[in-house]
Antibody, heavy 121, light 105 residues
Framework: QVHLVESGGGVVQPGRSLRLSCTASGFTFRTYVMYWVRQAPGKGLEWVTAISDDGDNKYYADSVKGRFTISRDNTKNTLYLQMNSLRVEDTAVYYC??????????????WGQGTLVTVSS | IQLTQSPSFLSASVGDRVTITCRASQDISSSLAWYQQRSGKAPNLLIYAASSLQSGVPSRFSGSGFGTEFTLTISSLQPEDFATYYCQQLNSYPLTFGGGTKVEI
């Protein structure tokens, strides 16, 4: 059974950093593209970033480019999101997600429970 | 690629047929997914590749479209279907979501 468990959320001041983790189990982690998606309070879904199965290719939304870094450790079945220079508008629940199957992207079939990041002074 | 969903809010009754539209700002072939999100929960994949029903999703949900215009149809709305629905394009990065359609009683 696929499980994705996020951790690392919390309250942080603007301009500071935070690192989120997502521990995966129940599938062959190293063969899947992984995503981070966020949702600000009362707002819609926003795709944040994705990383290829081998970690060589990384993609970012314009809103986080240059501030956030996605990475993965396939030996630990763990996905990371390093968030620097945090802004109030980064406040959101952050979900990690896995695509339906290895290969071409078709949609995120498995999601974690989400971790809340609050950026506030 | 921008995705525009309509309507953003929909009021319906149990048993109604409901259609939600998602328009892409450029051709995305059939690289579109639909999600349902209930309050306080993670999204749930309903449809992928524009028209393929995800395993375990009731057959009252269906998707159609190609290119720039797509629809999600619920043939007979059930009480558990009252939620917010999102489309997502997976044709090219950055991946994007539509603004959402809230379906309420």
């Amino acid at each position: 059974q696929v499980h994705l468990v996020e951790s690392g959320g919390g309250v942080v001041q603007p301009g500071r950093s935070l690192r989120l983790s997502c521990t995966a189990s129940g599938f062959t982690f190293r063969t899947y593209v992984m995503y981070w998606v966020r949702q600000a309070p009362g707002k819609g879904l926003e795709w944040v970033t994705a990383i290829s199965d081998d970690g060589d290719n990384k993609y970012y939304a314009d809103s986080v480019k240059g501030r956030f870094t996605i990475s993965r450790d396939n030996t630990k079945n763990t996905l990371y999101l390093q968030m620097n220079s945090l802004r109030v508008e980064d406040t959101a629940v952050y979900y990690c997600a896995r695509d339906l199957s290895p290969g071409p992207l078709v949609g995120a079939s498995h999601w974690g429970q989400g971790t809340l990041v609050t950026v506030s002074s | 690629i921008q995705l525009t969903q309509s309507p953003s809010f929909l009021s319906a009754s149990v048993g109604d047929r409901v259609t939600i539209t998602c328009r892409a700002s450029q051709d995305i072939s059939s690289s579109l997914a639909w999600y349902q999100q209930r309050s306080g929960k993670a999204p749930n994949l309903l449809i992928y590749a524009a028209s393929s029903l995800q395993s375990g999703v009731p057959s009252r949900f269906s998707g159609s479209g190609f290119g720039t215009e797509f629809t999600l149809t619920i043939s007979s709305l059930q009480p558990e279907d009252f939620a917010t629905y999102y489309c997502q394009q997976l044709n090219s990065y950055p991946l994007t979501f539509g603004g959402g359609t809230k379906v309420e009683i």
